[in-house]
């Protein structure tokens, strides 16, 4: 694969303005992991709240990474390890919940799956602990009340001159100890020094040996510049200020039109042709999908032939020791799928759309059948294959007619 990270703003990048994952940019993220490429969510979000949006992308199977806290921490997806983090010296709190108080501002942090915060009611604040599912725990001397040294602190206010001017005396006053920004109009950002999305990315990419032309990254906001600007290939969103896409090679659509879809569709996706991947890679990365579950393994690819085979054992059998039919239509399904992906183009989805088979005789445990599938009509919009699944002593077991329909992405 040409490239080997792809790094995802969240907050009006990944999600849309419902937060939600649409299921064009879901269905385009599966498939890059599954050609190789892995997934780097890249969010001022606490690590518990990117949490949810890992799983439903799978990052854990497919060895992607969480960037939280605007780069403080980097996790393993796969097992939860701490491989990066950065937090402020619990020593500065009461200077920094001084200087709130002094300017009427409001302060919270993150603990685990806790908000804690002066100012429970605060509406930005309940809506940060809603965004991230967290529990909101009121501390009135909040320095005091805080024992652990956190990844940032956030001051909040309506008064955004106010907040302007206290980020412009502490970029002075702060220098070389903390860094602030603001992240939203109401929001003042504290965290340790030296720490941004591309700083803590180049780390990421020092341990796992990644070149900076084997990088994508995608974001909309000014945050994201310096990590657009480090990646290979940085793509701004198409609702993205100005300042931000001056900055970026390429500008895609806005999150409210599958932005983030359409550049992996165009960049990864496009580029590669399902018969130039691997084998041994696509049975890797297949290994929680049903394919991997049965055994399933392809054993040639080609664009009017595919082979796999697939073990009679405890999760392919009857409770009588032979094949069971269910398994075999899943294996020809299998092949005809890997088939017509292989013969579409870049534009272009399969959906099954119809399987039926003759099962002529059995195989029984301890064999491995090898199912061979070949193309017997090429249309427009719809693929035939025949596939015939044999014994390990070619003996036909079962003839099967698989229908594929052909569709444009939308």
């Known amino acids: 694969m040409k490239y080997k990270l792809l790094v995802l703003d969240v907050d009006g990048t990944l999600l849309n303005d419902e937060r939600e994952i649409s299921k064009r940019t879901l269905a385009a993220l599966l498939k890059v992991q599954q050609m190789g490429v892995r997934i780097v969510l890249a969010s001022g979000r606490p690590t518990y709240g990117l949490m949810p949006l890992a799983k439903a ?33 619990p020593e500065m709190l009461p200077y920094l919940e001084k200087k709130a108080r002094k300017n009427g501002f409001d302060i919270f942090t993150y603990h685990a799956d806790t908000l804690m915060t002066n100012q429970p009611e605060n509406k930005y604040i309940q809506d940060e602990a809603r965004l991230n599912d967290l529990i909101v725990i009121e501390e009135d001397e909040f320095s005091t009340a805080i024992d652990f040294a956190p990844c940032k602190c956030m001051l909040v206010s309506d008064d955004e001159e106010a907040l302007i001017g206290l980020e412009e005396h502490w970029k002075r006053r702060l220098a ?161 799928g890997l088939g017509s992906m292989i013969t579409c183009q870049p534009d272009e989805i399969v959906v099954g759309m119809q399987v039926s088979g003759n099962h002529i005789s059995s195989a029984h445990e301890g064999d491995t059948v090898r199912a061979i599938g070949t193309i017997v009509h090429k249309g427009r919009s719809s693929h035939v294959w025949n596939v015939d699944v044999f014994t390990s002593t070619n003996k036909l077991v079962s003839s099967i007619r698989v229908v594929n329909s052909i569709l444009k992405k939308r």
């Open 176 to 336: 070389g100890t903390l860094d602030v920004f603001r992240s939203e109009p109401y929001f003042l950002e504290v965290v340790p020094c030296g720490v941004d999305k591309a700083n803590t990315l180049g780390a990421l990419m020092e341990d796992l040996g990644v070149k900076r032309e084997e990088v994508i990254a995608i974001g909309d906001g000014v945050c994201d510049v310096t990590m657009l600007q480090l990646a290979g290939v940085g793509v701004a969103m198409g609702h993205s200020q100005d300042s931000v896409k001056v900055c970026a090679d390429h500008v895609t659509a806005s999150n409210e039109e599958d932005g983030v879809a359409l550049a992996v569709e165009k960049l990864i996706l496009a580029e590669v042709h399902a018969a130039e991947i691997p084998l041994d890679q696509l049975n890797a990365r297949a290994r929680h999908a049903l394919m991997g579950n049965l055994g399933i393994q392809y054993t040639y690819a080609a664009e009017d032939r595919v082979e796999a085979t697939m073990p009679v054992d405890e999760r392919t059998r009857q409770p009588f020791g032979i094949l069971h039919g269910g398994a075999t239509l899943a294996l020809a399904e299998t092949v005809a």
């Open 57 to 89: 992308l799978e990052l854990g199977n497919y060895g992607g990474f969480i960037l939280s806290y605007n780069g403080c921490q980097i996790i393993n997806a796969q097992n939860g390890e701490v491989l990066f983090e950065r937090r402020i010296n």
